[in-house]
Nanobody
């Protein structure tokens, strides 16, 4: 099993920045990739960004390109999502996920965190 704990969410004004963290524990050696997803009220969970654990390949949603950066600290078993130029439409619960493929599809990730709320005000 892999446990994931997100942190770093909160309220922010439009144009501001936040850095989300996701700390992994447990059988972390089984992780090939980690991703960030988000879900706004009444909407489906959507892909934001993903990164492979070892080779640092990355994927980004079009909405995240140029504004968000995913990175990882191997020694700390932690993945980060640096978000800048935030917009009200970025408001959502952000979830961290881990799995054995790098993909935009949430069902391909076996492990999920509890989520952290990001609220962007205009």
């Amino acid at each position: 099993q892999v446990q994931l704990v997100e942190s770093g969410g909160g309220p922010v004004q439009a144009g501001g920045s936040l850095r989300l963290s996701c700390a992994a524990s447990g059988r972390t050696f089984s992780i090939y990739a980690m991703g960030w997803f988000r879900q706004a009220p009444g909407k489906e969970r959507e892909f934001v960004a993903a990164i492979t654990w070892s080779r640092l390949n990355t994927l980004y949603a079009d909405s995240a390109k140029g504004r968000f950066t995913i990175s990882r600290d191997h020694a700390k078993n932690t993945v980060y999502l640096q978000m800048s130029s935030l917009k009200p439409e970025d408001t959502a619960v952000y979830y961290c996920a881990a799995g054995q493929v790098i993909t935009t599809q949430p069902r391909q990730y076996a492990y999920w965190g509890q989520g952290t709320q990001v609220t962007v005000s205009s």
